[in-house]
């Protein structure tokens, strides 16, 4: 392990987070994400595609969900104090990153990583001796990540990256990697459990009724089983489990 600085202590830091749909950071790690921001670091959030098929809502377009998902994720960057600006979008489609062309997937991954040359990548867990098992675009954000952090530190790589844009080579060397089977590391959120569950519930078009008839707000009965939850959940012990990796490239 690079670095043994406690993830939730760090401060003053760069944090680039690799997401494949708008709503994975609200599930996976809108806890420890709060906490970045309250202690200071900078919190970039990247999407790689739009989320623009999950919905059962007949009368649903592509189009609409893109624009409702984009608002939907800002809502709830915003309850952690992710502002608009530091959320960049791929713009792939929803369930079909697989079959974006590879290479110039890796080096949008890399690019980015030159430019913000983070102290810190959270993503999902590519597994640590073996592929894990995620749905497709998952699977691709997780290895796309790590392909684009190794191949950001080598200059032959994307050379166009230093030949027109100046953008220097950088090398990752603290990952936190969430969704893992081998989690090593755990971060305590309780203390920001109800940001969590907020983050959570701005996703609307993503649960409950609207799900199956878009809506863009929650039922009365739905905003009151949020209440609940919130209520229920303070005081109790939450936490937030990463596999903290390294370089090894
Ligand atoms: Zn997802």
Redesign the pocket.
Same mark, same amino acid.
């Given at each position: 392990m690079a670095n043994d600085e406690k993830l939730e202590e760090m401060t003053g830091k760069t944090i680039l987070v690799f997401c494949? /749909?708008p $709503? $994975?950071d609200s599930f996976y790690c809108a806890g420890t994400l709060a906490k970045l921001v309250k202690n200071n670091n900078k919190v970039i959030m990247v999407f790689y595609t739009n989320g623009n098929k999950g919905s059962h809502d007949l009368e649903m377009t592509s189009e609409r969900l893109a624009k409702i998902r984009k608002q939907e994720e800002e809502s709830a960057c915003e309850v952690i104090g992710i502002k608009p600006e530091n959320i960049i979008w791929m713009g792939y489609d929803d369930g079909e990153l697989e079959y974006a062309n590879p290479k110039e997937l890796c080096g949008k991954t890399a690019r980015l990583i030159r430019m913000y040359r983070p102290d810190v990548v959270i993503s999902f867990d590519p597994g640590r001796f073996f592929r894990q098992w995620h749905?497709t $675009? /998952?699977s691709m954000a997780a290895f796309n990540t790590v392909d684009g952090a190794r191949a950001a530190a080598y200059h032959l790589y994307f050379p166009e990256h230093l030949l027109y844009e100046n953008l220097m080579p950088f090398m990752v060397k603290d990952f936190f990697f969430f969704a893992s089977k081998e989690p090593n590391y755990e971060v305590d959120v309780s203390d920001v459990i109800e940001l969590k569950l907020l983050s959570q519930s701005k996703h609307v078009s993503q649960q409950g009724s609207a799900h199956y008839k878009y809506s863009p707000t929650m039922t009365e009965e739905e905003q009151e089983e949020l209440k609940k939850r919130i209520e229920d959940a303070k005081g109790k012990k939450h936490v937030e489990r990463f596999r903290r990796g390294g370089t090894d490239y």
């Open positions: 494949a /749909h $709503d $994975d749905k $675009d /998952h």
